[in-house]
């Protein structure tokens, strides 16, 4: 089959963490079997060499620009504007923001010639691109990585959002936004149940497939000795406003609390584009922030906890699946833990639960202190992705609903 995808972000090298993992991740494995036309908008940081490499992984590459970011700039008229520019189209800032004009022509051109059996939306900022009508003519897939709406609605539950009121006002949008977009498309895609139910609640019609992320086993191996100490990690993009939340609210409630039971416990915040309230976390006593760095799994390999202390954010935690496979100890909220079953009547230990400062405190002693206790979920939480959350075993599905016509 000719395969159309479409990914504003680019996808690669999948060690950028975000929706790069799991776009990169299904697209290699669809490309097996399929020609896949990708797509995409260069970053200001992508180079030549990474844009090589993609090109072995499809059939044709076609990149764009990405557009002058508009959503952070001007005053309050600008914002206004952009408020109202919502309203009137229905489409949030944030999907507008990545929009290429150019970009929209080369696709309803693509499209028109009849050169693609199915289109894909890698991300659901990507919707905006897919004319109703083409349902009528070819298979139209949204791989929804997480739902705005729930997402939103979240951030302002637990009370990190960036702008409460701008937030509050954008909610009822956003869910109008969602319903509309969903009808468009033949077949929509999920990380988890709980966004299933949401979009479905919208979409009552829809038909909604709920396909995990994976872990590449290759390139997180399970480590092969347990060094000990006290060393805390958490991984991931660190211009994302949830890791953002997520890194500092562990840095300013529980960390100090750790240190002072365990004066030498370093914490590692490893991730690409580290934002300014990120960076300036380095200040405290015994946190590294690195930035981007070559290989993940070896800063992985030498943590004694790896810490996902998500208070927002709705899917499958890359992250959390990452730190699984490398045989890392996992301490992580509801939130970093969702969709996956990691403890509970006849589930074997894989994972420790926290929520509060306190519960994270409580299950960080228990591991700093049993080296029992973490071989156990070591050995429980690899065996549970390789299991469970391979991306053979993704891409293997999304191929299903690619290939039949989104049934």
Known sequence: MNILMLSSTFPYPPTRGGTQVRTFNLLKYISQHHAITLVTQREPDVTNAEIEELRNYVAHLVIFNRPQDSTTSGGILKKIQRFTTFILQGIPPSVLNRYSDEMQIWVDNFVQAGKCDVITCEHSVNEIYVKPHFQKHLTTVVNVHSSVYGSCRNQLDTGIS???????????????????????????????????????????????????????????????????????????????LANIDAVCFFSNEVLPEIQKLYPDTTFDIVGSRPAPEVLALKEKPGITVTGRVPSMVEYLHKATVCVVPMRTGFGIKNKTLEAMAAGVPVVASDRGLEGLAIDGANVPLRALRANQPTEYVTAIRQLFENPQLRAELSRNARQFVETEFTWDSAGKRYEEVLTSGGC
Not at 167 to 174: A, G, I, N, S, T
């Open 162 to 240: 960036e702008n409460r009121f701008r937030d509050k006002l954008y909610l009822p949008l956003l869910r109008r936004y969602e319903k509309r977009y969903c009808s468009k498309f033949s077949a929509i895609v999920v990380t988890t149940e709980e966004d299933r139910v949401q979009i479905q609640e919208f979409n009552p019609n829809s038909k909604i497939q709920v396909i995990p992320n994976g872990v590449d086993l290759v390139s997180f191996p399970n480590r092969t000795h347990d060094l000990g100490g006290q060393r805390l990690i958490f991984i991931g993009a660190m211009d994302n």
